[in-house]
């Protein structure tokens, strides 16, 4: 469960890196809003805090950026499969809610990894739900290791462009997480997943 919304904070935050020396600046509609996205990371992060509601206003901030980037309810339920469909309008909202509050928490742990990594972008392509943004992710501190791989699949929802599935190294976030939901669901029951992201929540951050 822990690795869960780790791996997709972590997916996330380098979505956010800094854009890699030389980088095309051109793209398509999908490619533009995350580079804007950039953009407006960089601008915040270079306002260095100097205390701690500055500290955390700046984290607002960034998470709200976060925000509108993830879409959680097609996450949720592209994550929940055929159990989105068997639950309650409440059952659906008290998930997002708790899938949301866990990446943010996740994500804000991440944020100092934003300045390690930069990011080239390689490419966009039309899929039949939306598009995706193909990226590499490279450290900047250890340019030895090879370049993570990450696709960003995304659709519009209404006039702006959201992620609703990474692909790191070939492998789907969403179908890892559907299969790992589907399993505690069918050995333990909806109350027993709900009970384990409560639990999860309620953990101390650093854990």
Known sequence: MKTFFLSLAAALTLALALPAA???QEGGPASRFLKQRHDDVNRIIRRAPETEPERQRRSREITQILSELLDYQELSRRAL???WESRTPEQRERFVGLLRQLVERNYEQNLQRIQEFEVRYSGE???ADGTVVRTE???RTERRQPPVEIAYS???VGTAWRVFDVN???VSLVRNYN???NRIISQNGWDELIRRMEQRLAAPSTE
């Open 154 to 156: 995304m659709h519009l």
């Open 168 to 170: 790191t190294d070939g």
């Open 179 to 181: 299969n790992q939901f």
């Open 137 to 139: 992710a490279r450290s």
């Open 81 to 83: 499969g055929s159990h």
């Open 22 to 24: 030389g980088s095309a």
């Open 125 to 127: 392509e039309s899929i």
